[in-house]
């Protein structure tokens, strides 16, 4: 209870200076905290394990192939009218 008191002594220029050293403080401690979290998470990840994780060669397999077929214009014309309509 005596710091509650003598903070609330002293001037509020000197509070708010208080205030935000504090502030300051906490913020540097979770950014460095943020940091070195980041770069763990940066140096688990490999890219031979994360290519292996997505599997690229068996959504290649799944992957149905679209047949295209060949119009002519007038055919091409005919299904942008109908599709107008």
């Known amino acids: 209870?005596?710091?509650?008191?003598?903070?609330?002594?002293?001037?509020?220029k000197d509070r708010k200076r208080i205030l935000?050293?504090?502030?300051?403080?906490?913020?540097?401690?979770?950014?460095?905290?943020?940091i070195y979290n980041s770069s763990k998470a940066i140096n688990k990840l490999k890219t031979e394990n994360l290519m292996?994780?997505?599997?690229?060669?068996?959504?290649?397999?799944d992957i149905p192939e679209l047949e295209i077929p060949d119009l002519t214009e007038e055919e091409l014309e005919e299904i942008l009218k109908n599709a107008t309509q």
């Open 1 to 12: 209870m005596d710091l509650l008191n003598n903070l609330r002594k002293k001037s509020e």
């Open 20 to 34: 935000w050293s504090i502030i300051i403080v906490i913020g540097l401690i979770l950014s460095v905290i943020w």
């Open 52 to 61: 292996q994780g997505l599997d690229i060669a068996s959504l290649e397999e």
